[in-house]
């Protein structure tokens, strides 16, 4: 068993930002996360690092509510962003989601879609905004995921036409189109070569002023590169729900971590 | 290492990749020969119909009505190529919504037994017998309002809706889970994503079973023989009267004996093979429109 290690800054007068406490889910009778607590600060990148299967894109789900998606999906805890109680009964799943953006590990633009109605398609969907504005937001989002100067010439065409950096791009312009406060980022380089990856994560670092960034990655170098704070999840054995073994700022987990189990991962001695 | 024959030398002496040689040629040959049947049967009926369709086919032909004597060569089927056009549009106006329908709710919101049973009955309505289907609408429709033109649409849309809703169903599937999260983590309903991204994206799939449902039902003759019943002589627009099909002319007129009616059912075989053709280019031609530009 890992001990539980107290978390930075979870002084109840701090409201903004992420909170994650004592979070458990399920698939069916599966249990993949347990007693997850984590604090992501405002307008921080916060990563969640670990080996494969150890329960951080479920953890993230969770934080937008995407897990309860899933047939026999279940989740127990509270998930609190900016102090509001995500889980509230009088809360509606679309109004967390459009709150809380999410960007996935592969690039999902709609093929259907040119690269301008996919950028403003969740403002579509909203319907709050007079059309007149939409190419105002389109510009904004694009610009914001440093997407413009290579589209701006060809927004009509279908975003599928684009390559798959770029095409990770329009999605985080998508998702940056709906004003949400926090983004949600699910190994969003995974499919991408290393200088599209360089690309969003330089772009990561340029949003952080204005949005509270977690991002999910296993690649630790990303992690170092990205992120103000980190935390290492795992899984003692194949099968257990995995659990948050250490948090703190990037610095301390990747130079001085305090848990023998971080040590072992962040060096490359496992996972 | 004491064996130092050649590289090459010890490659051919693996019997092992002589037979898998051998084997890929048998089985290319074979796949080869079952292409050649399958596309040499549809060629020789396309070939064989256009050979003797096109001796008759003219624009009269798509004009004017059979002569009042089988036996007197000219006419054509004008009645039923419009009453064919007539009875399988209303049938399509039936059949798509509902199996589209039907399709939507299987794959984006049914859960456990309904589901289950939705596709099971789906399963059994495409294998009913077309006959059988016509004798049930007759049963229930035809002994209260007669015979009718819409009797026949009622007919074949019972044909056509599991055929549309089993293809909408697969297409429906073959959108990517990715995209459907990708809507609903912007905030969608599960509504605006099934709207929005997964018929749009599904759509030429939908289009193709589409035409696939309405070319089926096109040739389709028999339920329409105790439905729509058949008006060779005149132009019957009305689909609440008895009405003409090119199907049922085809048929009737290739059973007179009479060697002018039959060249009529020839190129009356060819018209809707040609119309069918027609269709669903047009229908893919638009289907690929709306994919591309909808901004």
Not at chain 1, 137 to 154: C, G, H, N, P, Y
Not at chain 2, 44 to 62: D, E, H, K, T
Not at chain 2, 102 to 121: D, Q, S, T
């Given at each position: 068993m890992f001990a539980a290690h107290p978390l930075p800054g979870r002084e109840a007068d701090q409201v903004d930002g992420l909170s994650i406490d004592r979070l458990s889910a399920w698939f069916g009778r599966h249990k993949?996360?347990?007693d997850m607590r984590l604090r992501a600060p405002s307008r921080k990148v916060t990563a969640l690092i670990g080996p494969s299967g150890c329960g951080k894109s479920t953890v993230l789900r969770c934080v937008n509510r995407m897990h309860e998606l899933v047939p026999g999906a279940r989740v127990q805890g509270g998930v609190h962003f900016g102090g509001v109680?995500?889980?509230?009964?009088?809360?509606d799943a679309g109004s967390v989601r459009s709150e809380i953006g999410m960007v996935f590990q592969r690039p999902n633009?709609?093929?259907?879609?040119s690269i301008y109605e996919n950028a403003i398609i969740g403002v579509r969907i909203a319907r709050t905004t007079p059309r007149g504005r939409l190419m105002e937001i389109a510009e904004t989002a694009l610009s914001r995921a440093q997407l413009w100067d290579e589209v701006k010439d060809r927004l009509h065409k279908p975003a599928v036409s684009l390559s798959g950096g770029q095409q990770q791009r329009l999605c985080i312009a998508r998702a940056i189109a709906v004003d949400p406060s926090l983004l949600l980022m699910d190994e969003p380089c995974s499919a991408l070569d290393p200088i599209a990856t360089f690309k969003i994560e330089e772009l990561i670092r340029a949003i952080a002023d204005r949005y509270t960034v977690v991002i999910v990655t296993h690649n630790m170098h990303q992690a170092t590169r990205v992120s103000d704070y980190t935390g290492f999840m795992t899984i003692e054995n194949a099968g257990d729900p995995g659990r948050l073994v250490e948090f703190g700022a990037t610095t301390q987990i990747f130079g001085a971590p305090v848990n023998p189990a971080t040590e072992a991962y962040v060096s490359g001695r496992v996972g | 290492m004491t064996d130092v024959a050649l590289p090459a030398a010890r490659f051919r002496q693996r019997p092992a990749l002589r037979r898998r040689r051998t084997k890929n040629a048998v089985m290319t040959a074979l796949l080869l020969v079952a292409v050649a049947l399958a596309l040499g049967a549809l060629a020789w009926v396309l070939v064989y119909v256009g050979i003797r369709g096109f001796s008759v086919i003219s624009p009269s032909f798509l004009t004017h009505n059979p002569p009042g004597n089988p036996a007197a060569p000219g006419g054509g089927f004008f009645n039923g190529i419009a009453g064919s056009l007539i009875v399988v549009g209303i049938a399509t106006g039936i059949a798509v919504p509902l199996g589209v329908g039907a399709a939507i709710y299987v794959v984006e919101y049914g859960r456990g037994r309904l589901r289950g049973a939705i596709r099971f009955f789906n399963d059994v309505l495409i294998g009913i017998p077309t006959i059988v289907t016509g004798a049930f609408v007759y049963a229930v429709w035809v002994t209260r309002f007669g015979f009718s033109g819409f009797a026949g649409s009622i007919a074949l849309a019972v044909v056509m809706l599991p055929l549309v809703a089993r293809t909408t169903e697969e297409m429906l599937r073959l959108v990517p889970t990715e995209l459907r999260e990708g809507s609903l983590a912007l905030g969608a309903t599960r509504s605006q994503t099934v709207l929005r991204i997964c018929l749009p994206t599904a759509l030429p799939g939908i289009i193709t079973g589409g035409m696939l449902a309405v070319a089926r039902a096109m040739g389709e003759t028999a339920p329409l023989l105790l439905t729509v019943l058949g008006n060779d002589l005149f132009t019957q627009l009305n689909p609440l009267h008895r009405m003409e099909t090119l199907s049922l002319q085809i048929f009737s007129n290739a059973v007179t004996g009479y060697e002018q009616a039959q060249a009529r059912g020839w190129a009356g075989a060819l018209t809707l093979i040609a119309i069918v053709l027609i269709l669903t280019a047009v229908a893919r031609f638009f289907g690929r429109r709306v994919q591309v530009e909808n901004v």
């Amino acid at each position: 068993m890992f001990a539980a290690h107290p978390l930075p800054g979870r002084e109840a007068d701090q409201v903004d930002g992420l909170s994650i406490d004592r979070l458990s889910a399920w698939f069916g009778r599966h249990k993949v996360v347990e007693d997850m607590r984590l604090r992501a600060p405002s307008r921080k990148v916060t990563a969640l690092i670990g080996p494969s299967g150890c329960g951080k894109s479920t953890v993230l789900r969770c934080v937008n509510r995407m897990h309860e998606l899933v047939p026999g999906a279940r989740v127990q805890g509270g998930v609190h962003f900016g102090g509001v109680d995500v889980y509230a009964p009088d809360l509606d799943a679309g109004s967390v989601r459009s709150e809380i953006g999410m960007v996935f590990q592969r690039p999902n633009p709609f093929p259907t879609k040119s690269i301008y109605e996919n950028a403003i398609i969740g403002v579509r969907i909203a319907r709050t905004t007079p059309r007149g504005r939409l190419m105002e937001i389109a510009e904004t989002a694009l610009s914001r995921a440093q997407l413009w100067d290579e589209v701006k010439d060809r927004l009509h065409k279908p975003a599928v036409s684009l390559s798959g950096g770029q095409q990770q791009r329009l999605c985080i312009a998508r998702a940056i189109a709906v004003d949400p406060s926090l983004l949600l980022m699910d190994e969003p380089c995974s499919a991408l070569d290393p200088i599209a990856t360089f690309k969003i994560e330089e772009l990561i670092r340029a949003i952080a002023d204005r949005y509270t960034v977690v991002i999910v990655t296993h690649n630790m170098h990303q992690a170092t590169r990205v992120s103000d704070y980190t935390g290492f999840m795992t899984i003692e054995n194949a099968g257990d729900p995995g659990r948050l073994v250490e948090f703190g700022a990037t610095t301390q987990i990747f130079g001085a971590p305090v848990n023998p189990a971080t040590e072992a991962y962040v060096s490359g001695r496992v996972g | 290492m004491t064996d130092v024959a050649l590289p090459a030398a010890r490659f051919r002496q693996r019997p092992a990749l002589r037979r898998r040689r051998t084997k890929n040629a048998v089985m290319t040959a074979l796949l080869l020969v079952a292409v050649a049947l399958a596309l040499g049967a549809l060629a020789w009926v396309l070939v064989y119909v256009g050979i003797r369709g096109f001796s008759v086919i003219s624009p009269s032909f798509l004009t004017h009505n059979p002569p009042g004597n089988p036996a007197a060569p000219g006419g054509g089927f004008f009645n039923g190529i419009a009453g064919s056009l007539i009875v399988v549009g209303i049938a399509t106006g039936i059949a798509v919504p509902l199996g589209v329908g039907a399709a939507i709710y299987v794959v984006e919101y049914g859960r456990g037994r309904l589901r289950g049973a939705i596709r099971f009955f789906n399963d059994v309505l495409i294998g009913i017998p077309t006959i059988v289907t016509g004798a049930f609408v007759y049963a229930v429709w035809v002994t209260r309002f007669g015979f009718s033109g819409f009797a026949g649409s009622i007919a074949l849309a019972v044909v056509m809706l599991p055929l549309v809703a089993r293809t909408t169903e697969e297409m429906l599937r073959l959108v990517p889970t990715e995209l459907r999260e990708g809507s609903l983590a912007l905030g969608a309903t599960r509504s605006q994503t099934v709207l929005r991204i997964c018929l749009p994206t599904a759509l030429p799939g939908i289009i193709t079973g589409g035409m696939l449902a309405v070319a089926r039902a096109m040739g389709e003759t028999a339920p329409l023989l105790l439905t729509v019943l058949g008006n060779d002589l005149f132009t019957q627009l009305n689909p609440l009267h008895r009405m003409e099909t090119l199907s049922l002319q085809i048929f009737s007129n290739a059973v007179t004996g009479y060697e002018q009616a039959q060249a009529r059912g020839w190129a009356g075989a060819l018209t809707l093979i040609a119309i069918v053709l027609i269709l669903t280019a047009v229908a893919r031609f638009f289907g690929r429109r709306v994919q591309v530009e909808n901004v």
